[in-house]
């Protein structure tokens, strides 16, 4: 949700900012009336369009720019009005009708319509790529009128309130682009926007700049601007955290977090549970070519479930979370969100930690270390069980959890090399088919439907960790799509949970808890979702960005409480070039379109 842009007016004036603290950045503010909330982030975004949303950064600010259909409720995540104020299924469960809002327009001042909505669901089901798995069963779209959208498929279905996870954009700027191709090459800012902001301005590698809309339908936020500064390492967000340089700090390591305990105008919150990390092996079959043409490289014994079995037991989860995690999160057994109570899945345990166990099966199955150098090979000698893990040096947990992996799997005869990537690499990697596994996760939906539908194996090389296949699980994703109750589908995905268990395409490895703060001197009134314990941003929505505002007496603004800067800078003009001194900004979590997921 966002907003419209301001305009200069006056003399321009040049400021050089020469300190140290701010030699690679200098806030920017064009009035002292404006009101800047600023958030600390250690991501950047990947890309403005959303047919290339990778990460936490592009979908916060995505749901921030755009609505969605149906949303997902501040307090339950479950299915709840958005541009569509209503909705009703025919009787056979195969047509539902939406009555969209009137009144609600684009931030170029064009009416939001029926047509927008179609338009985006057309170009995404005739395109492909990873958000059609939202339009089962061959959609059609019809719009009777201005205000009313009819979805019918084939087969009775619940994907129109699941939600479907589309966000609607304005026809009259996105029809011109025939193909997925054109439409992620978008640069799309600044953007036109339905949401509670605008994307005005993003400097890669600093920062993005949100402006808020003030006629939003669901109201208008109380700051001018949201602004994103991305910093090199957490430490220094922090630091900047401390020092009133930013407002909020997101996904705060947990030892830097502790270290807020009783600083002086800072509040805590630990939101628990939205995002699970995993070890994701490698499951190319040897024909299966990477994006370049090349041949995978994962290792075969990887093919079998008996290793990655044993893989799993080696592996001391409860461990990982007290130390990596300082425990600030939970074990985790399935990818199926905590926060979503009713989807849990029923009867899966934790697998215990257990070396003797991995040793013994590994034994057993004939992998065996048969010239005495501490690795096994594969069954009848052959390839000895070396392997390349993958570890994120942008996601602080990443790197040591790989670390302790590779200490337990060298007890049962596993020789792991530990390669440290950035996101992008590790997306390079993925694309080639050039690893045996990583250390990564995901912030799933709050409706199991999206995260189970990677393991399918139409999500190979889409958004798929490693192209799992099985097609019986193929075939329980599609029964659970057509269930005509929940309790049914609610059967059928504890199956499906329980094939994920036994099959372990992935180790499941822990449910990290957010850790965030901000300055309690300056701002008030965030919302958690979902209560009491939920993210107070990174949500499912923009619910925070329309009820945060300034404590009363505050600055209420990040760029005013700086020490030693000026509480606005303005835009040079000198000789006819214009010199804009900018902000550095934030980013965090989540996977794509074309990247993956």
Not at 275 to 300: I, V
Not at 372 to 387: H, Q
Request: charged share 25%.
């Amino acid at each position: 949700m966002f907003r419209k842009a301001r305009t200069l007016t006056g003399l321009a004036i040049c400021l050089v900012v020469a300190t140290s603290a701010f030699s690679s950045f200098a806030l920017a503010q064009e009035s002292d009336e404006e009101v800047v909330f600023t958030v600390g982030v250690t991501s950047d975004m990947k890309s403005a369009s959303p047919y290339k949303a990778c990460c936490s950064a592009e979908y916060e600010m995505l749901f921030m720019v755009y609505d969605m259909l149906v949303q997902f409720d501040k307090e339950t995540l479950e299915a709840a009005p958005g541009l569509a104020e209503s909705w009703e299924k025919s009787e056979d469960g195969k047509t539902w009708t939406f009555h969209i809002r009137k009144g609600v327009n684009w931030s170029d001042g064009k009416p939001l319509t029926a047509h927008d909505v179609k338009a985006s669901f057309d170009f995404t089901v005739e395109n492909g790529g990873a958000f059609s798995t939202y339009f089962p069963f061959d959609p059609k779209f019809e719009t009777p009128d201005d205000y009313t959208l009819v979805w019918k498929s084939d087969k009775p279905t619940t994907a129109p309130v699941s939600p479907a996870w589309v966000y609607i954009l304005p026809a009259h700027i996105w029809d011109k682009f025939k193909t997925l191709k054109e439409a992620k090459e978008f640069r799309n800012v600044p953007t036109v926007s339905s949401g509670a902001f605008t994307l005005e301005e993003w400097k890669e590698g600093e920062f993005w700049r949100m402006q808020a809309n003030e006629d939003y339908w669901q109201g208008a936020p109380h700051m001018d601007e949201v602004v994103f500064r991305v910093f090199d390492n957490n430490e220094a967000m922090v630091q900047a955290l401390r020092k009133g340089e930013i407002d909020f700090a997101d996904n705060i390591p947990a030892a830097l977090y502790n270290s807020l305990e009783g600083a002086p105008d800072i509040a805590r919150h630990k939101a628990v549970g939205g995002y699970f990390y995993n070890l994701a092996f490698g499951l190319w079959k040897p024909n299966q070519k990477g994006s370049g043409g090349e041949d995978p490289t994962n290792h075969p014994s990887l093919q079998d479930p008996i290793v990655r079995q044993s893989i799993d037991f080696a592996i001391d989860k409860q461990t990982l979370v007290d130390k990596v995690l300082l425990g600030n999160g939970t074990t985790a057994n399935s990818p199926i969100l905590p926060a979503s109570e009713y989807w849990q899945p029923t009867d899966i345990p934790i697998r215990p930690f257990d070396i003797t166990q991995a040793n013994q099966m590994l034994e057993d199955a004939g992998y065996e270390d048969t010239d005495g150098d501490g690795i096994r090979e594969m069954p009848g000698g052959g390839d000895p069980l070396k392997y390349e893990f993958l570890v994120l040096t942008d996601y602080p947990v990443s790197v040591p959890s790989g670390k302790l992996i590779k200490g337990w799997l060298k007890q049962i005869g596993m020789d792991v090399d530990l390669v440290p990537v950035d996101t992008g690499k590790a997306y390079d990697a993925w694309y080639a088919h050039d690893y045996d596994a990583y250390v990564w996760g995901w912030g799933p939906d709050p409706d199991p439907d999206f995260i189970l539908s990677i393991f399918t194996s139409g999500s190979c090389d889409v958004w798929s960790d490693g192209c799992y296949s099985n097609k019986e699980y193929d075939k329980l994703y599609e029964q659970q799509r057509v269930a005509t109750s929940p309790e049914e589908r609610k059967a059928i995905t504890d199956q499906m949970a329980q094939m994920l268990y036994e099959e372990v395409p992935e180790v499941f490895l822990y449910w990290e808890d957010d850790l965030q703060a901000y300055r309690s001197d300056r701002w008030t009134g965030f919302v958690a979702q979902p209560p009491p314990d939920g993210y107070l941003i990174y949500q499912y929505g923009a619910y925070s960005y329309l009820s945060i505002r300034p404590v009363a007496g505050s600055e209420g603004s990040a760029a005013e409480a700086q020490a030693g800067i000026p509480p606005m800078v303005w835009v040079a003009v000198a000789g006819g070039v214009v010199v804009l001194i900018g902000i550095v900004m934030a980013v965090r979590r989540r996977t794509s379109e074309e990247d993956k997921a």
